[in-house]
């Protein structure tokens, strides 16, 4: 069976992806996905050829004919997206789609086109496969793009007979986050020991019971205040989290990313040798 | 006048430099309120720490349908672009988180078999210290779209002089939803590859909106030539680099940023209200 391994932080900035490409060194017979579609950076420390490149398009927008237009005020005034400018002009950034100004305009001026909200990629890296994407400038749908990039990984990991997927996520808990983890086997939580990183690994923890997904926590650059730390580990052991290890801060985990590479690849030094523990025990939660 | 904080990538300092900037205006005598705009992880007042004296809930449309009254002829399913309501067995079934509440359903249906009812979505919060105005939303768990959350909180204090807005990272819809009525948009970089990346897009997202913007790097030092390279390669202006320093980590930590900022980087803050300034005057020259 397939299991489908995701990395959420709650707070951004916290290391997720540092560790799910170093995780991505660490595994054998995976596919890795990188479900931040809003801010991609997973394919810059795997050094990836991409093989396909293709367009997503789920959505429509709102094309206005001027020729057409009588300027009845119609759309202006059932739009409640603020997405029709005094002067009849559709303001494609703030367009959602929904059809409505094209359904009830008398002169049939306004028509609902495809529109591409991004594009997504399978690329070839030394650590195996990689699904990825890009999304389109103030695009909504990720949640659909994300839903698809898991879709192909998917298919990748059945293909090549693997039984992991690396889902590299996005902070926060709406959309693309919700896509990420539903149905997931395993939820990884990146924190780190400040009160925000707290704060936001309660309501990752809340989404993840939500969505009934089985999670750890860990906490990254654990030094930069320890007792912050070890409050989060207790909190995790009173309400029956498992808590899978912390990572001291280092900046070998930056000289990495210049060099565009996992830091576990770079050095082994303090933060590769607590991502390397870290690994381990993620590998014996999933098979668990 | 309306400032917004944003950055692409996470953790980058948003919320640091927006609670500075609000102090900054704050201390100069300016009517300021500090909006936080990511209500998917709420973390303005960890460090304003104000009592919240006001919430209130988000309701968003919902449409219902009157069983009795729909004849089942699909016109709401061939609408709705987001198939939040589907017919199933010859009736309309509502899917809540699909729905964005546009209205076409109730709109289309000749029988006027469907109606909107309130939706809660997470609330509002309100309070006020020090003379700062504070408004800040929290969506709730489980609830997929942020952006009427967002236009609820930017909703408050629309009369202050100064309006900061924390955003959430990224540059999808609940970034546009906070920034696109700014009069400047201030961009928090890290000098990384993932903080260039990531500012790319957001810079890209500014120019797409049509804001004046500008960057300052967080987290700054030996490499800051990473994200001075790619600025001056598109004319985005660098105000000011704000160093990597420990101590302002720590104190993040315990959450205080505010008062090691003010103490260290107050020359810096001066630098980024006075660009923010003459910047704003400029383009509404323009217009």
Redesign the interface.
Known sequence: MIKELVII??????GK?SISGSFAALSENKVMADCD?????LH??LDHTVLSDESFST??KAVLTPELCIECGKCLE?C??DAITENFRIKQ??C?????CA??CPAGAIK?VDHESGRWFVSDTPKGPLVHAC?G????N??KLVALLRKKAREIAEEKGYELIIVDG?????????ASVTGASYLLIVT??????L??LK?AL??AA??RVKSGVCVN?AD??SE?ASEIEKYCKETGISFLGTIPYDKDV?SA??E?KPVVDHSDGAASQSIKVLWNKVLNEISE | MEIAVAS?????GK?TISLSLTTYYRDKGFKVALLDC?V??P?AN??LNAEISEKTDCKIPLPKVDNSLCTGCGKCDD?C??SAIVLIKGKPLVLPEMC?????CA??CPEKAITEVDRIIGIVEKSEKDGIKFAGGR?N??????PPLIDNVKGNYPDEEIRILDS?????????ESV?NADFLLLVA?P???GL??LK?AA??GD??GLPSAVVINKGGE?DH?IKEFCESVGLPVIDSIPDN?AV??K????DCISIIKENYSDKLEKIAEYISIKCRRSGQND
């Open positions: 932080s709650g707070k951004g900035g916290t992806t579609v809003d801010a991609a950076d810059i420390i959505s429509r059932l409640r997206f950034l703030s959602e789609g929904c059809g409505v359904a009830f609902m999304l400038m103030a695009e909504g990720s949640g996005s902070p926060g808990t709406g959309c693309p986050v919700i780190e020991p400040t009160v925000s990183g704060h936001d309501r809340e989404l939500h969505f650059r930069i205040n912050m930056t990313q210049i565009g | 692409g990538k996470g953790g980058t919320t990511d998917e992880e973390n960890l460090f609408l672009e987001y964005h509440s546009c209205g076409g709109l289309i969506l768990i489980g609830e997929v779209l942020a959430p990272p990224g540059t999808s819809c609940p970034v546009i696109k890290e990384t590859p993932f990346n990531d897009l890209g997202m797409a909106l490499n990473i420990r980590a720590e993040y930590s315990r959450g």
